[in-house]
């Protein structure tokens, strides 16, 4: 069965640091991955996406993502992190069928120190 | 216009009431979602609609009913809630129910059932 796993539960990093947030799946075809984000108490804010082509892909607000199909990998990188960026981070798998259907990870929570 | 509307931001309601959330997005897509997200989880899929049509119910209890009056629109009507339904209710849209689409999520309904 198709499964997303987040690894790390939660993840404290300090103002500036670089930080990576890593995401596995498991899946029999080509998937189609997200990573989203969500501040408490809002909907989740889709910071990039990766269906073909150049596996690694940029989003919003300086994230990153490298698709590695040999680990089964999407890990979410960021150089520089800022206080803003402490939420919950979410990774997806769309289906290839015609379902509308995404698989969530179980979340990362980043907490940003000073 | 990326922008999915949700009504109201909050809810609070007794295991008698009847109440309605609504949602509406104007970016021309044609698949609306309803998820159910508890606190430090994933939302899970409640009900997909494709061309206003229900296209996956996930075994939601019948207590929660949905509808899609017209392409724009989606409302989740509640009927005699439980206190464990007490959650926020996001909704999303996307083209279709294709695997590769983007969800982009509303700002969710927090709801308490009292």
């Known amino acids: 069965a198709q499964s997303v796993t987040q690894p790390d539960i939660h993840i404290t990093v300090s103002e500036g640091a670089s930080l990576e947030l890593r995401c596995n799946y498991s899946?029999?075809?080509?998937?189609?991955l997200f990573w989203y984000v969500q501040s408490p108490g809002q909907g989740l804010q889709l910071l990039l996406k990766?269906?073909?082509?150049?596996?690694l892909v940029q989003g919003i607000k300086g994230f990153e993502a490298e698709f590695k199909r040999s680990q089964s990998s999407f890990n979410l990188r960021k150089p520089s992190v800022h206080w803003s960026d402490a939420a919950e981070y979410f990774c997806a798998v769309g289906y290839s069928g015609n379902t509308g259907k995404l698989i969530f990870g179980q979340g990362t929570t980043l907490q940003v120190k000073p | 216009d990326t922008e999915v509307t949700q009504t109201p931001k909050h809810l609070v309601m007794g295991m008698t009431n009847k109440k309605s959330l609504k949602c509406e997005q104007h970016?021309?897509?044609?698949?609306m979602y309803w998820y159910k997200q508890k606190a430090k989880k994933p939302p899970e899929l409640m009900f997909v609609y494709s061309y206003e049509k229900l296209s996956i119910n996930e075994s939601v209890p019948s207590r929660f009913s949905p509808e899609c009056p017209n392409s724009s629109l989606l409302n989740l009507h509640l009927h005699a809630l439980q206190p464990e339904d007490s959650a926020l209710y996001l909704c999303a849209s996307s083209q279709d129910i294709a695997g590769r689409e983007t969800q982009y999520f509303g700002p969710g309904t927090r709801l308490l059932v009292l």
């Open positions: 990766y269906f073909s082509g150049d596996t």
């Open positions: 970016m021309g897509h044609r698949a």
């Open positions: 899946y029999g075809a080509t998937p189609y």
